[in-house]
């Protein structure tokens, strides 16, 4: 900055504005200097410098994303991804990354773009070194998921050697599945037999028909369901099971539910037929 002259008891100022280096932890020191072709008789105060105190701030955040979140029954190999990343301002000298394995994962290995890690003890522990501002960094852990079924929670933490504005992202967790054995499916052998109280019957008369579902086994038999149908027109009177449910209606139809080996279920049905001179053929 240059000023053509400066009459005595004047003064002038100037106003420098710049931006603060990210890797500046210390103090802001700077220095002015003015000088003058017109001979100074004290030069001594011709200099100026203050150090102006910086603290240093670093946004860090951590996302952990696994290579699958379901594993086959049995367990398997799974691979994290921790990524972690610095907002600023300031850089971050001291990024150091904590990953405890939980009880059925087993570590096999941990490798950082950056740094060095140790797996001792199922935990990754890693010292990233410094993370400039925007920078980011990554460590792939590799662990075993047991055999046994359920789902396993892993948490992942970042820490730096610099205040975080927000310390809410420095923690990830993830979850990943095993899934159970699949259930085989079940064996059975169901049979059906029916019978009527009366093989004659007339106009109007009632006639009972049983049907008995037996299940053979050697498993339990699901959803068991009976449908029952008549060849000509009939009242139905009424409708019974010893397990489960009949709608009342033609055709009649009875959800029976489980029926376990061994065991039997018994329909009962009550119909006034409505036509006479023919044989009447009812199915189950």
Same mark, same amino acid.
Not at 210 to 221: F, H, K, Q, S, T
Not at 246 to 255: K, L, N, S
């Given at each position: 900055?240059?000023?053509?002259?400066?009459?005595?008891?004047?003064?002038?100022?100037? $106003?420098?504005?710049?931006?603060?280096?990210?890797?500046?932890?210390?103090?802001?020191?700077?220095?002015?200097?003015?000088?003058?072709?017109?001979?100074?008789?004290?030069?001594?105060?011709?200099?100026?410098?203050?150090?102006?105190?910086?603290?240093?701030?670093?946004?860090?955040?951590?996302?952990?994303?696994?290579?699958? $979140?379901?594993?086959?029954?049995?367990?398997?190999?799974?691979?994290? +991804?921790?990524?972690? =990343?610095?907002?600023?301002?300031?850089?971050?000298?001291?990024?150091?990354?904590?990953?405890?394995?939980?009880?059925?994962? $087993?570590?096999?290995?941990?490798?950082?773009?950056?740094?060095?890690?140790?797996?001792?003890?199922?935990?990754?522990?890693?010292?990233?070194? $410094?993370?400039?501002?925007?920078?980011?960094?990554?460590?792939?852990?590799?662990?075993?998921?047991?055999?046994?079924?359920?789902?396993?929670?892993?948490?992942?933490?970042?820490?730096?050697?610099?205040?975080?504005?927000?310390?809410?992202?420095?923690?990830? #967790?993830?979850?990943?599945?095993?899934?159970?054995?699949?259930?085989?499916?079940?064996?059975?052998?169901?049979?059906?037999?029916?019978?009527?109280?009366?093989?004659?019957?007339?106009?109007?008369?009632?006639?009972?028909?049983?049907?008995?579902? =037996?299940?053979?086994?050697?498993?339990?038999?699901?959803?068991?369901?009976?449908?029952?149908?008549?060849? +000509?027109?009939?009242?139905?009177?009424?409708?019974?099971?010893?397990?489960?449910?009949?709608?009342?209606?033609?055709?009649?139809?009875?959800?029976?539910?489980?029926?376990? +080996?061994?065991?039997?279920?018994?329909? #009962?049905?009550?119909?006034?037929?409505?036509?006479?001179?023919?044989?009447?053929?009812?199915?189950?």
């Amino acid at each position: 900055c240059t000023i053509a002259s400066l009459a005595p008891g004047a003064t002038q100022t100037f $106003t420098v504005t710049g931006d603060v280096a990210s890797s500046l932890d210390e103090c802001l020191e700077n220095t002015a200097t003015v000088a003058s072709a017109t001979p100074d008789p004290n030069a001594a105060n011709n200099s100026s410098t203050i150090c102006t105190p910086i603290r240093g701030r670093a946004d860090l955040s951590l996302t952990k994303t696994p290579s699958r $979140t379901t594993l086959p029954p049995g367990g398997g190999q799974v691979m994290y +991804a921790l990524v972690v =990343r610095n907002a600023g301002p300031s850089d971050d000298p001291g990024v150091e990354i904590t990953d405890r394995l939980p009880a059925g994962l $087993t570590l096999v290995a941990a490798d950082a773009s950056q740094g060095t890690c140790s797996t001792a003890n199922n935990t990754v522990s890693c010292d990233l070194g $410094t993370l400039r501002d925007g920078g980011s960094a990554q460590v792939l852990v590799t662990a075993t998921a047991s055999a046994a079924p359920g789902d396993l929670a892993n948490v992942a933490t970042v820490r730096g050697a610099r205040e975080d504005p927000d310390p809410s992202d420095n923690t990830s #967790t993830t979850t990943v599945t095993v899934q159970p054995a699949p259930t085989p499916d079940p064996r059975f052998d169901l049979v059906m037999n029916k019978t009527a109280n009366d093989r004659t019957a007339v106009l109007g008369q009632r006639v009972r028909y049983r049907i008995v579902v =037996r299940n053979l086994g050697p498993d339990a038999a699901p959803d068991v369901r009976v449908s029952d149908t008549l060849s +000509a027109p009939v009242t139905l009177v009424s409708v019974r099971t010893t397990a489960g449910t009949c709608v009342r209606r033609m055709p009649i139809a009875c959800e029976l539910g489980t029926v376990a +080996a061994g065991a039997s279920v018994t329909v #009962t049905a009550v119909v006034k037929h409505r036509e006479t001179g023919r044989r009447q053929r009812n199915a189950a």
